[in-house]
């Protein structure tokens, strides 16, 4: 009884890309996938921090590597899958971390919206609409013509309600939202219903993006923070660890019938009125 129910959440052998591996919720993705017996294929723009979280996963097994990316680049991105292919014979999973807020996208305490320069506008949309459309393209198409994959792209809290001060961020992680939708529904359409597309919309996690508006230079907690966890019934910041578990059951047999939802890791926040 306990091996069936377990051999539901088993995704051991399959293969996953991650993009945005080098960050800070995308490393913690990998690892842990790889924990869980996955080939893992990590992607970044940044060498050196690929680098390290190479070796880092190197540590758990060896079915890794390790291959510079940028999500915006729809050719190098299809020749990857190429590659990929060529290398582990398919792609399971797709995971899409990359991401995230440029620094002029977000307005100063002093700044309105007329103050938001296009180019930052122009830079944080593109980054998070098109750096997560552009993946599930070039390893999407791998998925559908497999008949079965999985893919996972990363919303925010940004989505359910206004929140101060991002404005482009917001826009564009809505519009994932509506992306996973209508790609989990064209995939299920025409290319059957083991080919899934969903979403993670974290809370609030330290990481590199976030992590000059959250916390102050001297440690303690943004006027910022202090908002967010007063609309957070568990009262506190999402450990990175805390979004493996919902991964590792969107991508298992678990999730069989689950696609188009975005789901919130958040210790409550959505779920909260503040009152
Ligand atoms: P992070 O900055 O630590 O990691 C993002 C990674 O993406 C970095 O390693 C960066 O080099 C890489 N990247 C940036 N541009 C790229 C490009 N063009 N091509 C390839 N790689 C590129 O951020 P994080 O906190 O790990 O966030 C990961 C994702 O989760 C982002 O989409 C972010 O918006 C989202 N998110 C984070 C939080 C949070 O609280 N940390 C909350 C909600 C959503």
Redesign the pocket.
């Known amino acids: 009884m306990t091996n069936e129910r377990n051999s539901l959440f088993d995704i051991s052998g399959k293969v996953a890309v991650i993009?945005?591996a080098?960050?800070?919720?995308?490393g913690s993705i990998a690892l842990s996938l790889m924990k869980a017996g996955v080939k893992v294929v990590a992607?970044?723009?940044?060498q050196e921090?690929l680098d390290a979280r190479v070796a880092e996963l190197k540590q758990i097994h060896q079915d890794v590597i390790g291959v510079v990316?940028?999500?915006?680049d729809l050719d190098s991105l299809k020749e990857l899958a190429g590659i990929v292919k060529e290398k582990f014979g398919r792609i399971d999973i797709l995971v899409n971390?990359?991401?995230?807020?440029v620094p002029g996208a977000t307005l100063r305490e002093d700044q309105n919206v007329f103050d938001m320069k296009i180019e930052d506008w122009e830079k944080v949309t593109n980054?998070?609409t098109n750096?997560t459309v552009y993946p599930c393209l070039a390893f999407g198409e791998v998925m559908a013509a497999q008949g079965a994959g999985s893919i996972i792209n990363?919303s925010?809290?940004a989505t359910y309600s206004a929140i101060t001060r991002v404005p482009g961020y917001s826009v564009s992680?809505s519009g994932i939202n509506i992306f996973t939708q209508w790609l989990a529904t064209e995939m299920a359409l025409k290319f059957g219903e083991k080919v899934r597309v969903n979403a993670l919309a974290?809370g609030?996690?330290?990481?590199?993006?976030?992590r000059a508006v959250l916390i102050n230079p001297d440690g303690s907690y943004t006027e910022r923070s202090v908002k967010v966890l007063a609309r957070t019934p568990m009262k506190r910041f999402g450990d990175i660890s805390e979004l493996n578990g919902a991964i590792q059951f969107l991508c298992s047999d678990a999730a069989s019938f689950i696609t188009g939802v975005i789901l919130p890791v958040d210790g409550g926040f959505t779920a909260f009125s503040g009152v």
Do not use: E, H, Y
């Not at 080098?22 to 995308?26: D, K």
């Not at 990316?69 to 915006?72: G, H, I």
């Open positions: 993009t945005g080098g960050g800070v919720l995308g992607t970044d723009i940044r921090n990316s940028n999500v915006l971390c990359a991401g995230g807020n980054l998070n750096g990363i925010s809290m992680k974290p609030f996690f330290i990481g590199d993006q976030n």
